[in-house]
């Protein structure tokens, strides 16, 4: 079964600096995808960023980037120059490959952004 | 992108009762959908993938007469929690898959349930 582990319960950050939220995933799997959703307080999911195992080159969305270890079986999300509006609960999560399959998630990290 | 919506955004009942939860992916056809439950600070724990034209499976632990859901369209699918009680109180989330290969899922925007 797969599993996915966030050591970093809570966090903090100073506007505009940077921040590395960790992820620990383990699966016997080589096709799958992984993720990071950003839970804000009005609770919606948002997806943040999207990495396709098989692709080495680690993905990139404006602020948010990743670092993919398939080897290590890690996979991390930096935020830079850090907004007031990041502070949120970020969630790492796994899925098949198989589009009908479930995702599985982490526990969560709580990001707060301090002006 | 692809837009999930959740009805209703949160309910109050009496112990007892019963409470349906609709959820519609409203531009896109979704032959697989899920729900999770998410209790305050925690993470989301999946409770049912509801397949289209079929029974839906159940995570362990999740007693399916309790928490009945029917997948009824391409486009629809409902949670019921019979016999609420106070200990159901949560915030119950679904989200659809558009079926394409690696699409991700689209999440509903929740549904916050109280239980007297």
Aim: aromatic share 12%.
């Amino acid at each position: 079964a797969q599993t996915v582990t966030q050591s970093q319960p809570e966090m903090s950050v100073q506007e505009a600096e940077t921040v590395t939220l960790s992820c620990t995933y383990d699966t016997s799997e080589s096709n799958y995808y992984l993720f990071w959703y950003k839970q804000p307080p009005s609770r919606q999911m948002i997806l943040v960023i999207r990495q396709e195992a098989y692709k080495q080159q680690n993905a990139t969305e404006n602020r948010f980037s990743v670092n993919f270890q398939k080897a290590a079986k890690s996979f991390s999300l930096k935020i830079s120059d850090s907004q007031l509006g990041d502070t949120a609960m970020y969630f790492c999560a796994f899925m098949m490959k198989t589009s009908y399959d479930k995702v599985i998630f982490g526990p969560g990290t709580s990001l707060s952004v301090i002006p | 992108g692809a837009v999930v919506s959740q009805h209703p955004s949160r309910v109050i009942c009496k112990s007892g009762t019963s409470v349906k939860i609709e959820c519609r992916s409203l531009d896109f056809q979704a032959t697989t959908m899920f729900w999770y439950r998410q209790f305050p600070k925690q993470s989301l724990m999946l409770m049912a993938t509801s397949n289209e034209g079929s029974k839906a499976t159940y995570e362990q632990g999740v007693e399916k007469d309790k928490f009945l859901i029917n997948h009824a369209s391409l486009t629809l699918s409902t949670l019921t929690v019979t016999s609420a009680h106070p200990e159901d109180s949560s915030f119950y989330i679904c989200s659809a898959n558009p079926g394409l290969a690696g699409e991700t899922q689209y999440f509903g925007p929740g549904t916050r349930l109280l239980v007297l």
